[in-house]
């Protein structure tokens, strides 16, 4: 083999690594892959980048699909030692437009309309809970 040939067989090699590794970039499952027509309602962060970040979202969804709440969930932004806190509500049912921090996130005439909730701890641990919240 040839200098010149080598040369060919690399750069083939490393073409069809940057085509490998772009199309597996803009083919990544998403929250726009899962069933469930889910629509990010209402989205609360606190300001501090330097400590625990909270976020808390109020999502719609057009079935009570627990497996695509769960996905939907893991696929949400978390940061190290944040929380992160979303509240399914089925589709043309009352949804709170604003969520907030503290011990109730949303206004209360909404409890009875959230289907479920998920949570993602500060040190990673998941879960879903179905309504009634305990």
């Known amino acids: 083999m040839t200098g010149k040939n080598l040369k060919y067989m690399l750069l083939a090699v490393l073409a069809a690594f940057v ?13 726009n892959k899962l069933s469930g ?16 970040i909270k976020r808390i979202y109020a999502v ?8 695509q709440m769960q996905q ?14 979303v509240y399914f509500f089925l589709k043309g049912k009352p949804v709170p437009e604003k969520v907030y921090p503290g011990e ?6 909404f409890q ?4 479920a909730r998920y949570e993602k701890d500060a040190m990673g641990q998941v879960s879903l809970v ?4 305990r």
């Open 19 to 31: 085509i490998w590794f772009v199309k597996d970039a803009f083919t990544q499952p998403g929250v």
């Open 104 to 109: 109730q996130n949303f206004d209360v005439q």
């Open 37 to 52: 027509d889910f629509t990010e309602v209402a989205l609360y962060r606190n300001e501090n980048n330097t400590g625990p």
């Open 130 to 133: 179905k309504r009634p919240f």
């Open 72 to 85: 939907y969930g893991d696929f949400m932004p978390h940061t190290k030692y944040g929380t992160t806190t």
């Open 112 to 115: 009875e309309q959230c289907i």
């Open 60 to 67: 719609t969804t057009a079935d009570t699909l627990w497996n």
